[in-house]
């Protein structure tokens, strides 16, 4: 979303936050616990992707001055930062649980 040739819009913003909510929100509702992993585990793999491109330098300085960007910077960095090391079905649920959590306290400061 992120890629210095244009500002993205509050609502495509808002779109890629509430995608990270929701799915999260759907791996928690899994009865199936290798269900609710897998997608666990998918949903760190594109958070960690959307979280390498937010720490770029270049990504860093071109958009410095963008509430926006600041706050679905936190959001992501939180979430992706949320459990360390590999996901098991021991802690799958609480890494869905906090990517819910951060997207959803950050969702308002999006204007």
Do not use: W
């Amino acid at each position: 979303m992120y890629d210095c040739k244009e500002v993205p819009t509050a609502e495509e913003i808002l779109k890629s936050m509430r995608n990270y909510e929701s799915l999260a929100n759907e791996g928690m509702q899994l009865k199936n616990k290798k269900a609710g992993l897998e997608l666990a585990k998918d949903l760190k793999a594109i958070l960690g992707v959307e979280y390498k491109n937010l720490k770029k330098k270049k990504i860093q300085d071109y958009y410095f001055n963008s509430d926006n960007f600041q706050n679905y910077n936190g959001a992501v960095s939180e979430a992706h930062a949320a459990t360390a090391g590999a996901l098991s079905y021991v802690n799958y649920f609480d890494f869905l649980y906090d990517v819910e959590y951060y997207m959803s306290y950050y969702i308002p400061f999006i204007k």
